[in-house]
């Protein structure tokens, strides 16, 4: 399973970015999506997730402000961020927990990670 992140970039306070993530892989059951964040000399911390059934949940620091979503079809997931703040500055990673199927059928269930996306935000 691979996912491939796009969409980090340099802003200013207050402006909006759009993250995509895609995951890629043979037969694969997504159960949930989601993004984490690495701050510099801080812990990985979660900032939003989406499970299979569109139920979601949040970090309380960007409630109301970011908005996960995803396209199944697509095994895609967006995290569409606005009024962003300095603080939000951080790596962003994508995160999917899966299910794919060998050639038996055998089910193979993983935490997978993208590579990590780059977002600054300017005062």
């Known amino acids: 399973v691979q996912l491939q992140a796009s969409g980090g970039g340099l802003v200013r306070t207050g402006q909006s970015l759009r993250l995509s993530c895609a995951a890629s892989?043979?037969?694969?059951?997504?159960?949930?999506m989601g993004w984490y964040r690495q701050a510099p000399a801080k812990e990985r911390e979660l900032v939003a997730i989406i499970s299979r059934d569109g139920n979601t949940n949040y970090a309380d620091s960007v409630q109301g402000r970011f908005t996960i979503s995803s396209d199944q079809a697509r095994n895609t997931v967006y995290l569409q961020m606005n009024s962003l703040k300095p603080e939000d500055t951080a790596v962003y990673y994508c995160?999917?927990?899966?299910?794919?199927?060998?050639?038996?059928?055998?089910?193979?269930?993983?935490?997978?990670w993208g590579q990590g996306t780059l977002v600054t935000v300017s005062s």
């Open positions: 892989g043979s037969r694969l059951r997504i159960d949930t």
């Open positions: 995160n999917t927990k899966a299910i794919s199927y060998l050639w038996d059928d055998s089910p193979v269930a993983g935490n997978y």
